[in-house]
């Protein structure tokens, strides 16, 4: 134990997404105690989903019985500070202030605020897959679709914080005019739902991998699909040559969608990493989000 912190010292870390939001309270040592999760409602927008988010944070942080000492937030996009670039799956998130926001509503001076994936990158590092790794690769595949690099045992953001947006990959045989996020826009959880819909399939994007276990239309367009996700973690692996390759969020834990991607890699590599399903569920970017606080 650090036993330079009071044993009641807590940690808050808050993880926001596209479909869901995840608020856990840590020990004074990082770790989690207790958490919740809320649907983020997007289409009511960034705000409601922000209060909604830090006033459960309040109530746990009392029901812990601790004193609230340094929070971490995990959000999508390019923070910055007095806005945040390329969020586009929650209306309104582009305007958010969110360290001055968790100021003012939880009255706590330390904050640190991070790209979700990088904050998953930042958990497999400290307590995941990536304690043994380097460089290592994490690939995000949730509501949306993102990677992040580490490299000597920390996480790569970039010169403005935008290492790893292969969301906005381009694809098809046209260059857009403007960057758009194509690839999120071929393959993602939101894809592979609105695929769902087209098909006539119940459940989303469950239901679409679970149908295309069997030969036939259904396989077809999800193979598709993972092809043109494949081509570009190639053209990452290239660029990095990952000891592992990390992958975490919902649609990762669907084991045909993996099987695919590995078979993708592997034919396609000189040098394939090894590729795992991260330990943590769909919890990595809330546990990053506990060591951010930790490291505020």
């Known amino acids: 134990m650090n036993l330079e912190a009071p044993a009641d010292r807590r940690l808050l870390g808050i993880d926001f997404g596209g479909t869901k939001m995840a608020i856990g309270i840590g020990d004074a040592d990082g770790r989690l105690l207790v958490s919740e999760r809320l649907p983020t409602l997007a289409a009511r927008g960034a705000r409601q989903a922000l209060d ?9 942080v009392t029901d812990t019985g601790g004193t609230l000492y340094a929070v971490g937030i995990a959000s999508p996009g390019v923070i910055r500070e007095d806005g945040i670039d390329l969020a586009p799956n929650v209306p309104g998130w582009e305007h958010l202030r969110l360290a001055e926001a968790v100021r003012d509503h939880l009255g706590v001076s330390r904050v640190r605020v ?44 970039g010169y403005r914080g935008a290492a790893g947006e292969i969301a906005y990959a381009v694809t098809g045989p046209n260059w857009p005019a403007s960057p758009e996020p194509l690839l999120e826009t071929d393959f993602s959880g939101r894809a592979l739902d609105e695929l769902a819909d087209r098909l006539a399939l119940p459940d989303g994007a469950a239901g679409l991998c679970a149908a295309a276990a069997s030969p036939g239309p259904v ?78």
Do not use: M, W
């Not at 909604?52 to 746990?60: E, M, N, S």
């Not at 790794?133 to 790569?156: E, Q, R």
């Not at 699909?225 to 969020?249: F, I, K, N, S, Y």
């Open 114 to 157: 991070a790209n979700d994936l990088n904050a998953a990158a930042l958990a497999e590092l400290h307590r995941g897959a990536l304690r043994d790794a380097d460089p290592g690769l994490v690939i995000g595949l949730g509501t949306g679709v993102a990677t992040a690099v580490t490299v000597n045992g920390a996480v790569v953001p």
């Open 52 to 60: 909604r988010a830090l006033d459960l944070a309040q109530k746990l």
């Open 219 to 296: 396989r077809d367009a999800l193979v598709a699909r993972v092809d043109e996700l494949a081509r570009h973690v190639v053209t990452c692996c290239l660029l990095l040559d990952p000891q592992r390759l990390v992958l975490v969020g919902g649609v990762a834990r669907d084991d045909l969608v993996r099987e695919l991607l590995i078979d993708r890699l592997s034919h396609a590599l000189p040098y394939p990493p090894e590729v795992v399903l991260s330990d943590f569920a769909q919890d990595a970017a809330l546990l990053g989000s506990i060591t951010l606080a930790a490291q505020a």
